[in-house]
């Protein structure tokens, strides 16, 4: 079993109307060690005190590897009557929880020779990729390979990050940054908004077998279906990675 440690709420604001941003330091003034991409587990009880844990991936943005951070930041969308939601949505500056972590492989790979990645995420799934920037910044600059992020929510409202990935995109050339939106356009339109889902902008972009690796990251039907399509499409399923987002009571 990984070891359980300590969190104690620093700060929190909420990204949009049912999603909440949470900063955390470890209570044991240890600090946390992660790649960019992984998650960390919560661990409470139900009201019955049956044990649960949900899991988050960390949105902290950091040096761009696996050095030691200070702070550990999620976000968490609200589910009605999701007992995850009654503990953390409820949490006061101070107060204290259980974690542990970290988790998962949905990482840049060293030894990725790619010439493009497709970065596609849906709500909190595109979390990871906050973290990924620094990183991202370093493997540009190094490889001189192309980042495309393709960000799907229902309106502008629901675009977690945007003002993060909009600065990233005016300072890292060979950044670009979609917002699809399926819903509503943004006030002041941009010229790489789309209206409609990420797979219409996924086809658009044209993946290419021998050049791109793409991420995958939210809801499971979009997951699924951009896997799909991807694999139509020739992409190796090694070059497909995948982490689905479910809503948990």
């Given at each position: ?136 910044r370093q493997v540009i600059a190094a490889r001189g390979c192309e980042v495309n992020l393709i ?11 945007d003002a993060d990935f909009t600065a990233f995109e005016r300072e890292v050339p060979g950044f ?74």
């Open positions: 079993m990984a070891e359980q440690f300590p969190l104690r709420l620093v700060s929190s604001y909420m990204l949009a109307d049912a999603v909440r941003h949470l900063v955390f330091e470890r209570a044991d003034g240890q600090a946390f060690a992660f790649a960019p991409g992984q998650f960390i587990q919560v661990h409470f009880h139900y009201a019955d005190g049956k044990p649960t844990k949900r899991s988050y991936s960390v949105a902290t943005v950091g040096a761009g590897d696996a050095t030691p951070v200070s702070r550990i930041e999620i976000a968490v969308s609200y589910v009605e009557g999701g007992a995850a939601t009654a503990l953390l949505g409820g949490l006061q500056e101070g107060e204290t929880i259980t974690a542990s972590g970290p988790y998962g492989r949905f990482c840049l790979f060293d030894n990725d020779a790619n010439r493009r990645y497709l970065l596609v995420g849906t709500g909190t799934g595109i979390t990871p990729y906050r973290a990924m920037l620094p990183q991202l960000f799907g929510a229902r309106n502008e409202q629901e675009l977690l990050y670009r940054y979609y917002a699809c939106l399926s819903r509503v356009p943004r006030a002041q339109p941009r010229a790489q908004d789309r209206q409609g889902h990420v797979q219409a902008l996924i086809r658009e972009l044209a993946p290419d077998p021998a050049g791109d690796i793409a991420y995958l990251c939210g809801n499971p039907n979009m997951v699924d279906e951009a896997f799909t399509l991807l694999k139509e499409a020739g992409l190796p399923v090694p070059h497909i990675r995948r982490e689905k987002y479910i809503s948990s009571k």
